[in-house]
């Protein structure tokens, strides 16, 4: 098998469901069905993909991934059976990379995984010495994915990492939520805004000196982001 992933949910009929389809893609996985043994798996194995159920007994998918973030940046894929955009909102901003809702078309899951793996294991670039990029106070280091900032070092999650650097590859440019959206997440635009407005959220607070007065990712209101072109 060429990569590896962990299932976490309650439900052992979907987790087998899900083992069973992502053997076909080459893709072993293991499932748990708790949040307590999934951070011991965590642990002990090397994953490159956590597909985490929100609604479990005991310790929710949300307290999960939280202690997960501590100390993994391992992309999570969150599953609930909630269709509410506050519970989407919540998990991409405690640090979700993507979200489905229960139920969901099986190939859309594979698509999604397939998509994140690829996220996390690829080399961004032909040259994998190229040197860091750095701005004023901030620095992007490839081969680590990770950034040193005033608020310290910074290792990022993959959906964080790739708009991050999106940005800065086209600092100056107004760049539309359309075009950061299909760039980061290699879909077609579906005019949900949550999902890159949570992503911008969790990166101002690792990056800006103050979130509240962004000096790197700055809004422009009613068309998108551009990053500053002054740093």
Excluded at 25 to 38: F, L, T, V
Excluded at 198 to 224: C, H, N, W
Aim: charged share 25%; glycine share 6%; hydrophobic share 40%.
């Amino acid at each position: 098998m060429d990569y590896n992933i962990l299932i976490i949910d309650d439900d052992k009929e979907l987790c087998a469901l899900i083992k069973q389809s992502v053997a076909k893609e080459n893709i072993s996985a293991e499932h748990c069905y708790s949040g307590a043994d999934g951070l011991e798996l965590l642990v002990k194995n090397e994953y490159h993909l956590i597909i985490l159920d929100v609604m479990m007994p005991g310790m929710d998918g949300f307290q999960t991934m939280e202690k997960m973030r501590v100390q993994s940046s391992i992309p999570i894929l969150m599953l609930t059976s909630k269709n509410d955009s506050m519970s989407k909102v919540h998990g991409l901003r405690s640090g979700a990379d993507d979200y489905l809702t229960k139920p969901f078309d099986m190939e859309e899951l594979i698509a999604r995984i397939i998509s994140l793996i690829r996220r996390y294991t690829r080399f961004n670039f032909a040259d994998n010495h190229l040197l860091p990029l750095t701005y004023k106070g901030l620095t992007i280091d490839f081969d680590s994915r990770s950034i040193t900032t005033r608020n310290g070092i910074f290792e990022l999650p993959p959906k964080e990492f790739d708009l991050l650097l999106f940005c800065a590859k086209n600092q100056g440019r107004i760049l539309t939520k359309q075009q950061i959206y299909e760039e980061v997440w290699g879909e077609s635009y579906v005019y949900d805004d949550s999902n890159i407005m949570a992503i911008i959220s969790r990166l101002r607070k690792k990056i800006e000196p103050d979130s509240g007065m962004p000096f790197y990712i700055q809004t422009v209101k009613g068309i998108g982001y551009r990053f500053n072109k002054e740093v």
